[in-house]
């Protein structure tokens, strides 16, 4: 009970950042729970509150995705980074913006990744938002998993 009570209060960056990689951890092995866990941060019905946390979802999370990417051990000495996509699928316009600001990112150049989000939602509003946010958040899962799975070949 506590904790769905922490997660409607107004939260800084850090509190909020945590709360998107542990969606993102249970995302790993339970996409549903990690969806419900989203729905009851965000709001099912649409609320001013609702909208802020969907600004701050589609900030915050292509920063987590370039985070965990150039973590020490997984980043890679090149400092490229890949999407996975599977061959002939074409990224959605909410996924590339989402991409495109993790690579942002990566570069150092948040504010530009910002930018490229701004200039996304402008146009999309909510949708674009709620659709930049969770492609980042989906990244962020991915990397996770991949991290995992690596960590597990280690191990053997």
Do not use: Y
């Not at 980074?81 to 495109?100: F, H, I, M, N, Y």
Request: aromatic share 4%.
């Amino acid at each position: 009970m506590k904790e769905r009570l922490a997660m409607m209060l107004p939260l800084d960056d850090t509190v909020i950042s945590e709360l998107l990689r542990r969606i993102a951890a249970v995302a790993v092995t339970d996409s549903k729970a990690a969806d419900d866990l989203l729905w009851e941060w965000i709001g099912r019905t649409p609320t001013p509150d609702g909208e802020e946390r969907m600004k701050r979802l589609a900030k915050l999370a292509p920063r987590l995705v370039a985070e965990e990417v150039t973590r020490d051990g997984w980043g890679g000495e090149s400092g490229m980074w890949a999407l996975d996509r599977p061959t002939g699928k074409e990224l959605s316009p909410d996924e590339s913006v989402a991409a495109q600001a993790v690579v942002r990112h990566l570069n150092g150049e948040a504010g530009t990744a910002d930018e490229i989000i701004d200039a996304h939602v402008g146009p999309h509003g909510i949708q674009g938002l709620w659709g930049v946010g969770t492609a980042a958040l989906r990244l962020l899962a991915a990397e996770l998993r991949d991290q995992r799975a690596d960590e597990q070949s280690d191990r053997t």
